[in-house]
């Protein structure tokens, strides 16, 4: 079993940054690829970023290329989020997965999530 808690969720102005973590206990940490995925009201749970156990291999999805950077420290056990520019339509609840295989873009590949933060963007 894996736990993973989010944090760093909040209210922000459009152009502004917001770091989120992902603390996780329990299995061995570095043995997972880690994702982020956002959900906003009304809408399907999409992919955000990802990274490989060791941290060489990233995926970004599209809209948020360039804007935000998917790392993670295997000493803290930790993932992280960097935002920047944020925008309104980055506006939803973020959360994040580990996956026992690979890196991967869709939600089916994980195989345990937390609970999520919620992250705000005021135009």
């Known amino acids: 079993q894996v736990q993973l808690v989010e944090s760093g969720g909040g209210l922000v102005q459009a152009g502004g940054s917001l770091r989120l973590s992902c603390a996780a206990s329990g299995r061995t940490f570095s043995s997972y690829a880690m994702g982020w995925f956002r959900q906003a009201p009304g809408k399907e749970r999409e992919f955000v970023a990802a990274?490989?156990?060791?941290?060489?291999?990233?995926l970004y999805a599209d809209s948020v290329k360039g804007r935000f950077t998917i790392s993670r420290s295997n000493a803290k056990n930790t993932v992280y989020l960097q935002m920047n520019s944020l925008k309104p339509e980055d506006t939803a609840v973020y959360y994040c997965a580990a996956d026992l295989t690979k890196v991967a873009a869709e939600p089916d590949e994980y195989d345990y999530w937390g609970q999520g933060t919620q992250v705000t963007v005021s135009s």
């Open positions: 990274v490989s156990w060791r941290g060489g291999t990233t």
